[in-house]
């Protein structure tokens, strides 16, 4: 997917926008807080708008896609209100939407909830690992998990232990992150405990009680990769005869511990905003 917004799209999106907030300070806030870069533009609200956005093609150190999303989000997210209080107001909020959407599928892109742009067809559940990777500075990270992928079919012991390092990597830089303590030994559970503690439950107290269920779940399969590792993963010595491996289970190690991280990174990334 290229990384440059179609001009179809923009022109769309700033008349859209640009009528719906019809207010130089909002959309000042709104694009600033979305990370479009440089100072106001000049011009009616209309104009400000695709100028920013072209603004966004033209440096190289903006994520394009991401600023959009980020602009449209709270407009593309808002759910029509009833009928019986407005038909007016849902027919022009709709219409808005729909129009933005066409314009998108135009050029094979579409709008997902949440803000995100993604290509026609495709279905993202969350941000890839390979999208926080390329966000910022995850070094560690990202040498791991090219490691495990790399070595899943020639060295499945390896991939078993580079997946462990994945999730410690990630769960340490959480802790750092906030300002957590970090705990005296640097065990993956013991990580975990950490980084867990500080992520809180849904305030809905039957959603609290399912989610606790899935991090219950979680710290199972963190327990099960760390103890994967210590068994048949490289780290620690193989010995004489290491246990046998396929690859298929080397896959299941490295796409929880993908899992896990993105999970991780998503959580700390929503704190952080």
């Known amino acids: 997917m290229s990384n440059?917004?179609?001009?179809?799209?923009?022109?769309?999106?700033?008349?859209?926008?640009?009528?719906?907030?019809?207010?130089?300070?909002?959309?000042?806030?709104?694009?600033?807080e979305s990370g479009a870069p440089g100072d106001v533009p000049e011009g009616n609200c209309e104009k400000k708008c695709s100028n920013w956005l072209k603004r966004c093609n033209e440096d190289p150190t903006v994520d394009a896609y991401e600023v959009l999303g980020a602009v449209i989000?709270?407009?593309m997210d808002k759910e029509p209100p009833s009928s019986l209080f407005g038909a007016s107001t849902t027919s022009k909020l709709e219409d808005g939407q729909a129009r933005i959407k066409n314009s998108l599928a135009k050029n094979q892109l579409s709008y997902r909830s949440n803000g995100y742009i993604t290509l026609a067809?495709?279905?993202?559940?969350?941000?890839?690992?390979?999208?926080?990777?390329?966000?910022?500075?995850?070094?560690?990270?990202?040498?791991?998990?090219?490691?495990?992928?790399?070595?899943?079919?020639?060295?499945?012991?390896?991939?078993?232990?580079?997946?462990?390092?994945?999730?410690?990597?990630?769960?340490?830089?959480?802790?750092?992150?906030?300002?957590?303590?970090?705990?005296?030994?640097?065990?993956v559970m013991l990580l975990w405990a950490v980084v867990q503690s500080h992520l809180g439950l849904n305030s809905n107290s039957v959603l609290a009680d399912d989610q606790h269920k899935i991090l219950k779940g979680l710290s199972s399969i963190i327990d099960g990769v760390g103890a994967f590792?210590?068994?048949?993963?490289?780290?620690?010595?193989?010995?004489?005869?290491?246990?046998?491996?396929?690859?298929?289970?080397?896959?299941?190690?490295?796409?929880?511990?993908?899992?896990i991280v993105v999970f991780t990174m998503e959580f700390l990334n929503a704190k952080k905003a």
Do not use: W
């Not at 791991?144 to 390896?158: K, Q």
């Open 121 to 187: 067809g495709s279905n993202p559940i969350s941000k890839t690992l390979e999208d926080y990777l390329k966000s910022g500075d995850f070094s560690s990270i990202e040498k791991e998990f090219e490691r495990a992928i790399e070595n899943i079919d020639s060295d499945p012991h390896a991939s078993v232990t580079a997946a462990c390092s994945i999730i410690e990597s990630a769960l340490k830089f959480y802790i750092e992150t906030f300002n957590l303590v970090m705990p005296n030994k640097l065990n």
């Open 4 to 32: 440059k917004i179609p001009n179809s799209v923009i022109g769309a999106v700033a008349s859209v926008i640009a009528e719906h907030y019809y207010s130089h300070s909002t959309l000042d806030v709104l694009f600033m």
């Open 73 to 75: 989000q709270d407009y």
């Open 229 to 259: 590792r210590s068994h048949i993963g490289s780290a620690h010595g193989r010995g004489m005869n290491p246990p046998t491996i396929v690859v298929a289970e080397a896959r299941l190690v490295v796409n929880s511990a993908h899992t």
